[in-house]
């Protein structure tokens, strides 16, 4: 099984509407959750932590619900400049290493 | 300004021809990783290394090498490429426990 797994997309919604990503991860004692961001053939970037509370960037919201593995984005008032390929990202229990998903494509049409 | 640099940024090689692509980081990190991404199967880890000297195995590590003689750089090392290392690499660095920054990437073709 891998670690990290995603929805499998790609989404494709209209300007202003909300999106939401799921993810699950396998390792139980996973400490560290990230949404990045990769625009076509980029880097990689971070979008936003993911804590255990719960926590919001502008339109951007993040969840984490230990007990089920699951990890969820929420994009509210989808923009064209948010098309991308988003990540879910679990660091792994030694601290250092990063466990990715394949990713999830949005494109958010006019 | 805090970067991640990588070279060549585009390279066509072909098969058996010894290759290095550089990488380098301005951040004084400990942690620095080599990985490939490939179409539908992601970020896959190549090799890490957690300090100078101090190197090891990702998820596909065969047929590359590594090195961290200083801790700014992280050169990858591809002995004899084949054709199936036709890939868009990224190197990234970071501080325990703290966010991975990555390089532009590397295109590489060999044929």
């Known amino acids: 099984r891998k670690e990290v797994e995603q929805d499998p997309g790609p989404f494709n919604v209209p300007e202003g509407a909300t999106v939401a990503f799921n993810c699950t991860y396998s390792?139980?004692?996973?400490?560290?959750f990230f949404w990045y961001r990769q625009d076509c053939r980029k880097e990689p970037k971070l979008l936003m932590s993911?804590?255990?509370s719960g926590n919001e960037d502008g339109r951007f919201t993040a969840q984490l619900n230990r007990a089920s593995q699951y990890i969820s984005l929420l994009i509210r008032d989808s923009k064209l400049s948010d098309s991308a390929t988003y990540l879910c990202?679990?660091?792994?229990?030694?601290?250092?290493?990063?466990?990715f998903g394949k990713g999830t494509s949005l494109l958010v049409t006019p | 300004e805090a970067q991640v640099t990588q070279n060549p940024r585009y390279l066509i090689t072909v098969t058996g021809k010894k290759l290095t692509v550089t990488c380098s980081q301005n951040?004084?990190?400990?942690?620095m990783s080599w990985y490939r991404q490939d179409p539908g199967l992601g970020l896959r880890q190549i090799y890490y290394?957690?300090?100078?000297?101090?190197?090891d195995k990702g998820d596909v590590p065969e047929g590359y090498k590594v090195s961290r003689k200083e801790k700014r750089n992280f050169p990858l090392i591809l002995e004899s490429p084949s054709p199936n290392q036709t890939s868009l690499y990224f190197c990234?660095?970071?501080?325990?426990?703290?966010?991975?920054?990555f390089g532009p990437g590397t295109r590489l073709l060999v044929l």
């Open positions: 390792n139980s004692a996973s400490q560290s």
């Open positions: 990234a660095s970071s501080v325990r426990g703290e966010t991975q920054y």
């Open positions: 993911v804590y255990s």
């Open positions: 290394s957690m300090n100078v000297e101090v190197t």
């Open positions: 990202v679990v660091r792994a229990p030694s601290g250092y290493a990063l466990n």
């Open positions: 951040m004084n990190h400990e942690y």
